[in-house]
């Protein structure tokens, strides 16, 4: 199993401004990967993390609006720039436990934009 | 890319029931196929999974079946109570190795249990 800390696991912020999500997980993980989750919605997957390299992004995601550092193994962040009442979702982060396909969730970050 | 469409978006079943839930995948590369369960407020978890080597799998109550072929697996649950009510996603992904592959996560199907 992995188990991820994640926060903030909730924030307010005001449109223009950004927000930075953090994640850490128990153990080593190859890869990260970072989900948005609208109200009601299902999972998207916004990016993934790869230490050493350049975060991999999504079609309708760009690293302008959603810069993500991996400085080691264990770590990573997510961030959400100039922010609008739009980018108000869950943001989870996601890894894979040690060995296994079996995906582990963050807690979440509810961000809400005013 | 995968896309994974879900059916229905909601149901209602009466308590003791069973319930199915449907989804469909369009990549025929992907060949892992988990379930998460996700309660309000919570984060999503793992219920139940497959590969594509196998058509179907049990876990007491819950079993999930994959047809390869027609690109379609489905989600059982059997005697259902009423903590089984929460929204419910199938998934797709390339499988890999160490879970190196990212999901697909169908739209998601809101189940309620009704006592």
């Known amino acids: 199993s992995a188990v991820i800390s994640q926060k903030p696991s909730r924030d307010i912020c005001q449109r223009g401004t950004s927000l930075t999500i953090q994640c850490q997980v128990d153990s080593q993980v190859t890869m990260m990967f970072w989900y948005r989750q609208q109200p009601g919605q299902s999972l998207t997957l916004i990016a993934t993390?790869?230490?050493?390299?350049?975060?991999?992004?999504e079609s309708g995601f760009v690293i302008d609006k959603f810069p993500i550092s991996r400085p080691n193994l264990t770590f990573s962040t997510l961030t959400v720039s100039n922010l609008s009442p739009e980018d108000s979702s869950i943001y989870l982060c996601?890894?894979?436990?040690?060995?296994?396909?079996?995906?582990?969730f963050g807690q979440g970050t509810r961000l809400t934009v005013v | 890319g995968e896309n994974v469409e879900q059916h229905p978006s909601t149901l209602s079943v009466q308590e003791g029931d069973s319930a199915v839930i449907k989804c469909t995948y369009s990549d025929s590369a992907s060949n892992y196929f988990p379930w998460y369960k996700q309660e309000l407020g919570k984060r999503p978890q793992l219920i139940i999974d497959i590969r594509s080597n196998v058509g179907e799998k049990k876990d007491q109550r819950i079993a999930v079946t994959l047809n390869k072929t027609a690109k379609h697996f489905s989600l059982h649950i059997t005697e259902t109570q009423p903590e089984d009510s929460a929204v419910y996603f199938c998934a797709a992904s390339r499988g890999g190795n160490f879970g190196n592959e990212k999901l697909t996560f169908g739209t998601g199907t809101r189940l309620t249990i009704i006592p």
């Open positions: 996601s890894v894979a436990g040690q060995g296994t396909t079996e995906a582990f």
């Open positions: 993390a790869n230490q050493g390299s350049e975060a991999t992004y």
